[in-house]
């Protein structure tokens, strides 16, 4: 698995990619491979504030409950309503339509702690 | 050290995700657990079930000791007849919960569960005094469940035994590919099929030709993610879950397999006095209403009071739904109630519905 450059990547597996004073945020390729089939998401209302490190929601497959964790701190703008009625998306394009939520970001500062496609791969010891 | 089945190098060349279950080195998955589900529900799966323990027990008394032990009536059992029984504490509650295969007039063979399996054969050891040989026999057997509609074909072409002459919960002591083999049409899937026990030695031969055997139905490995889904929809009780050492079979719904007119039976006081004074609390299935899935120890609300927890839950592939089984207070315990599962600190409705989810088309 090659991880996108554009990314930036948490040890709890998430991802954000930031545009302007914007982040997408997801779920890594190698999450959903360790979660198995995903049949539930669990996201934050448009509106929510959300904290850099702290859990915002969670991704449920067949056998287990995984807490998502926000990588940047501010205000959810947006939620992917796709992923509502097929959260099986989340297996199929981690890194692309399956996004979770775009947060306008409080601290871009905030981006320098994580990790990028290289760190992140070796990270994994891939 | 975990302890590994004698398939554990075909899970890994199989790529299977591994797992420590009970101190197993075990196959969670494969291809992924609703695409096993689903082939064992449309055709055909296979299941290393070879950390599943056995106990047997022999003698003249044979008889009265496997009788003394479980729940359900074993002088009842023909011979080549198997029966789901319980193996309970003075207290009622479970110590297990087994199959009883009756080899010979003086030979009872029990599948319990892996990590069960020493406790076990303490129990009955502890209760033998008909001077019966009580054997730990899980490292003489490996076991394979071959599971789904094309279960009986695939697993004819590698035997003379004739299967279709083997009556559910029936067995037999065959022979597959020319080698030893208990047969049994049994399972923990709500499908047909057959649980075969063979030698150790001979697990990685018989898995690759049932393997080769089943490639004309589609047939996959299936590790114990699908195992737990077919069980849970099929409302098969799990030891840990439904059944443990604080809950006894009546409390579970498993009425039919406690016999109280049968004579003595360890247990059998606290039964009788549950019956008499009625129940407390019963085991009910529930299906989700609202959006999230109720899972095993979440609590269940009524009128939003805490009511009882939920025991199994998920989703269930083959019906496409959340359900899952809990205990409410014995009042409660009846299909169209509507109660609350508390997910993650949220309360999710959920309506109570009889067990078991799923029937197989006869």
């Keep these: 698995m090659t991880y996108p450059e554009n990314l930036r990547y948490t040890k709890e597996h998430e991802w954000v990619a930031v545009d302007g004073d914007t982040g997408t945020v997801g779920i890594t390729f190698h999450a959903q491979k360790e979660l198995g089939d995903i049949v539930y998401v669990d996201l934050p209302k448009a509106g929510s504030a959300v904290e850099a490190g702290k859990t915002f929601g969670s991704v449920e497959s067949v056998k287990a409950v995984s807490d998502i964790y926000s990588p940047v701190t501010g205000e959810v703008v947006e939620v992917n309503s796709l992923l509502a009625d097929s959260p099986e998306k989340l297996n199929e394009d981690p890194h692309g339509d399956a996004w979770l939520v775009k947060i306008k970001l409080s601290n871009p500062g905030e981006l320098g702690g994580l990790m990028n496609a290289g760190d992140y791969t070796a990270y994994l010891g891939e | ?362």
Aim: charged letters at 20%; proline letters at 5%.
């Design chain 2, 1 to 362: 050290m975990l302890k590994q089945t004698p398939l554990n190098a075909a899970h890994r060349a199989l790529n299977a995700r591994m797992v420590d279950f009970g101190g197993w080195d075990m196959p969670v998955q494969y291809s992924g657990i609703i695409d096993e589900h689903n082939m064992v529900r449309t055709a055909v799966g296979l299941f290393d079930v070879s950390h599943m323990g056995e106990i047997e027990v022999r003698g003249p008394e044979a008889l009265s000791l496997v009788n003394y032990v479980t729940t359900n009536n074993a002088a009842k059992l023909a011979l080549g007849q198997v029966h789901y029984s319980g193996l309970l504490y003075e207290t009622g509650c479970f110590v297990d919960d087994i199959l009883v295969h009756k080899v010979a007039d003086d030979h009872y063979f029990l599948c319990v569960n892996a990590s069960n399996q020493d406790k076990d054969f303490e129990h009955i050891a502890a209760h033998n005094r008909w001077n019966c040989t009580v054997e730990n026999a899980g490292e003489q057997y490996a076991q394979i469940a071959v599971q789904g509609p094309k279960a009986l074909e695939t697993l004819q072409k590698l035997t003379g035994t004739a299967l279709a002459g083997i009556k559910y919960y029936w067995f037999a002591d065959g022979e597959v590919s020319g080698q030893p083999a208990r047969i049994a049409r049994t399972g923990y899937t709500g499908e047909d099929g057959f649980e075969i026990y063979v030698a150790p030695g001979q697990a990685e031969a018989r898995w690759n030709e049932l393997m080769e055997a089943g490639r004309e139905f589609g047939i996959k490995p299936a590790g114990l993610g699908a195992r737990n889904t077919l069980r849970m929809e099929a409302g098969m009780a799990l030891y840990g879950h439904e059944i443990d050492a604080s809950l006894t079979p009546l409390e579970a719904g498993l009425n039919w397999i406690v016999k109280l007119d049968k004579g003595e039976f360890v247990g059998k006081p606290v039964l009788e006095k549950q019956k008499a004074e009625g129940l407390t609390r019963k085991l009910i299935g529930f299906e989700m209403r609202g959006r999230g899935i109720g899972r095993d120890g979440y609590e269940v609300r009524v009128a939003g009071e805490p009511a009882g927890w939920v025991t199994s839950g998920g989703p269930a592939p083959t019906l496409n739904k959340n359900l899952g089984m809990c205990y409410l207070p014995a009042g409660q315990a009846q299909p169209g109630l509507a109660i609350e599962v508390m997910v993650r600190n949220q309360p999710v409705e959920a309506v109570t519905v009889p067990i078991p989810f799923y029937k197989r088309a006869k």
